[in-house]
């Protein structure tokens, strides 16, 4: 049972490789939504998994299997295999709640200040203008959701990339591209090795919200410029936005609009493949996370004397 626990906690060191040829082969659309939901299940098969280990050691000490009302001792590999493996369970999963929640705090604290300065200032339609000497636009979410903009980024760009940047942040509203940043977050706190997926999900975010601006606008080469004007005049500015917030100027921005100037292609080579690995990674871990849940679960019932030996 202990080995079957050790394919959610290996499996995710492949996906940063897995999500850059995503990112490659794949639609925006469909890597956002495949690299998101893949990282969610390898996050969650990995608390599963880090949980069981920590019950199996609790479980193998006598005022915890008291407590578990077992009758005969738990059938697990020797305690001095479980119980360390116990012990850096709990350690981790009590580090990744604790980053959680003061990730989630600041981001909390982050966004009531950008709703309150947004609410401050009278909109017009969903864009509210904050004065402020720092150039910034962001995607902010919440009822009714709002494009923030600066006045120093309205005086960085001309009137056709003022609108060009408005509609790539009204793609993200309309995309609820907030709550993939969220998930990746989320993902990024459960293991060490999903944190750089969470730079792929937000650059597939941008993507996403790039081809859908540049499709409203009919004018890749108008939406490539403004992108760029917009992340020079922020690279030395300082924002405040929520990380969930997403901005047409984050991500590897020669990347995007590299992409945008590039002509479009067919479908790349390797497409479907890369899909399938990403299938396959998530579901592989969620049925060995599964399979030593419900294996663990049998084994207490017969060490509680309910289930024959």
């Known amino acids: 049972m202990t080995a079957l626990l050790l394919i959610p906690l290996l499996l995710p060191f492949v996906m940063p490789l897995l999500t850059r040829r995503a990112l490659d082969r794949l639609a925006p659309v469909t890597a956002l939504c ?135 942040e009204r793609a993200h509203n309309r995309g609820g591209h907030h709550y993939f940043l969220a998930a990746a977050e989320l993902a990024a706190h459960c293991h060490p090795a999903l944190r750089p997926v969470r730079a ?42 929520p990380d969930f917030a997403p901005g047409a100027t984050t991500g590897p921005v020669p990347q995007r609009v590299a992409a945008l100037l590039a002509t479009p292609v067919g479908r790349p080579r390797g497409m479907c493949w890369i899909a399938l690995l990403l299938a396959a990674c998530a579901a592989l871990s969620a049925t060995a996370a599964t399979t030593g849940v419900v294996a663990f679960h049998h084994e207490v019932e017969v060490a509680q004397g309910e289930e024959p030996r």
Do not use: K, N
């Open 34 to 168: 495949g690299i998101t939901a893949a990282a969610l299940v390898l996050a969650g098969a990995c608390v599963a998994a880090l949980g069981d280990l920590v019950l199996t050691g609790l479980l193998r000490l006598p005022a915890f299997a008291a407590l578990g009302e077992l009758v005969h001792p738990l059938r697990t590999p020797s305690g001095y295999l479980v119980l360390p493996a116990g012990a850096i369970a709990t350690g981790l999963l009590t580090i990744g709640v604790w980053t959680l929640a003061r990730s989630a705090l600041r981001q909390t604290r982050a966004f009531r200040t950008a709703r309150a300065e947004a609410g401050r200032r009278p909109p017009a339609g969903d864009l509210c203008v904050v004065d402020s000497p720092h150039p910034d636009a962001y995607a902010l979410p919440g009822r009714p959701h709002r494009i923030v903009v600066t006045t120093a980024m309205l005086r960085s760009l001309g009137p056709d990339e003022r609108e060009a940047l408005f509609a790539h």
């Open 200 to 241: 792929d999900i937000r650059l597939a975010a941008e993507r996403v919200a790039d081809e859908a601006a540049a499709t409203a606008l009919g004018d890749r080469r108008l939406l490539a410029r403004a992108i760029a004007r917009a992340a020079l005049a922020v690279q030395a500015a300082c924002s405040t936005r």
